[in-house]
């Protein structure tokens, strides 16, 4: 069973800075590719970040390009998302997501995914 749990949300100030963590629990996590994905109030979920389980890809969506930073930790179960330069419009819920294997392009769909934290960037 492969469980995720996301800490670090809160309320920052437009230029800011976060941190987003994601452990993920079981021993499986060296072999997951892991994402982030934010869901703003009134639109759909979009695709923000994803790391191959080596570590060796990253992939970003253009909005946070030169701003966040994924990264992740295999000894520690753990992937980041450091977010820096924050601007109103990355407002949202911000999940983590984990599927098997190495993918550099989007996987179909994601199987695991957490349950959410809610960072806010007063405009």
């Known amino acids: 069973q492969v469980q995720l749990v996301e800490s670090g949300g809160g309320l920052v100030q437009a230029g800011g800075s976060l941190m987003l963590s994601c452990v993920v629990s079981?021993?499986?996590?060296?072999?997951?590719?892991m994402a982030w994905f934010r869901q703003a109030p009134g639109k759909e979920r979009e695709f923000v970040a994803r790391?191959?389980?080596?570590?060796?890809?990253?992939t970003y969506t253009n909005s946070v390009k030169g701003r966040f930073t994924i990264s992740r930790d295999n000894a520690k179960n753990t992937v980041a998302l450091q977010m820096n330069n924050l601007k109103p419009e990355d407002t949202g819920v911000y999940y983590c997501?984990?599927?098997?294997?190495?993918?550099?392009?989007?996987?179909?769909?994601?199987?695991?995914w957490g349950q959410g934290t809610q960072v806010t960037v007063p405009s």
């Open positions: 790391i191959t389980p080596s570590g060796g890809s990253k």
């Open positions: 079981g021993r499986t996590f060296s072999a997951l590719t």
């Open positions: 997501a984990a599927i098997f294997g190495s993918w550099l392009s989007p996987p179909p769909e994601y199987r695991y």
